[in-house]
């Protein structure tokens, strides 16, 4: 059972470059979410999602889009990327209104 | 403006002993609670939770507490094992809306033989 997979693991990027993390979920999850933590930081929320084909932001969503085409799967892109954005990226997924399961993580370091 | 806090960055302890992890918060709308244990390199894991309807949740070796009065949690781990070496994350919500978690910066427990 794989539960949250997360791809890639590992990346970098130079400045102004582009890329997308990709989620997926095989618990049949309604709920989606992206946290980055940084140093210092708790997880701060990205964007997430309630269902197929719906997104809301999180915390802090400046600089990210984020899609959900299908309900098993959460897309975190970055168009620009910016040496701010050098995080560890998590990708979670809940049912409703229970705890989220966290997928292992995207390195991104920003150069 | 941190609304949930861990304010000791970390904790050692020795095997055998008790564990004890702290949390404040500020937002006294909060009313659901959760604990949350990473490993290196992996993602964040759920341990346990409370509502603001108890002041005490048991699950094997983990106790959470909370103090409403006070908005202040902890986690107690007994007896700690080296196994629960990792960085302990707590993280509160209102009205259960787990899109809106927010989590404190954490601490890193080290069990010691």
């Known amino acids: 059972n794989a539960g949250v997979t997360q791809t890639p693991k590992f990346r970098v990027l130079k400045t102004g470059q582009s890329m997308t993390l990709l989620c997926a979920q095989d618990?049949?999850?309604?709920?989606m979410y992206w946290y980055r933590q940084d140093p210092g930081m708790g997880l701060r929320l990205i964007h997430y999602?309630?269902?197929?084909?719906?997104?809301a932001k999180g915390e802090v969503p400046d600089g990210y889009n984020v899609s959900r085409l299908k309900k098993q799967n959460f897309l975190l892109g970055l168009e620009s990327a910016a040496p701010s954005q050098t995080s560890v990226y998590f990708c979670?997924?809940?049912?409703?209104?229970?705890?989220?399961?966290f997928g292992q993580g995207t390195r991104l370091t920003v150069v | 403006d941190q609304q949930v806090k861990q304010n000791s960055p970390s904790l050692s302890v020795q095997e055998g002993r008790i564990s004890i992890l702290n949390c404040d918060y500020t937002?006294?709308?909060?009313?659901?609670f959760l604990w949350y244990k990473k490993y290196p390199a992996e993602g964040p894991t759920f341990l346990i939770s409370?509502?603001?309807?108890?002041d005490k949740n048991e699950d094997g070796r983990f106790t959470v507490f909370l103090n409403k009065s006070a908005k202040h949690l902890s986690l107690h781990i007994v007896p700690s094992q080296p196994g629960d070496s990792a960085v302990y994350f707590c993280?509160?919500?209102?009205?259960?809306?787990?899109?809106?978690?927010?989590f404190g910066t954490g601490t890193r427990l080290q069990v010691f033989p």
């Open positions: 979670a997924s809940s049912a409703r209104d229970t705890e989220a399961f």
């Open positions: 618990m049949n999850h309604e709920y």
């Open positions: 999602s309630v269902g197929e084909g719906t997104t």
């Open positions: 937002n006294s709308m909060f009313d659901y």
């Open positions: 409370i509502s603001s309807i108890k």
């Open positions: 993280a509160a919500s209102v009205s259960y809306n787990t899109d809106k978690l927010i």
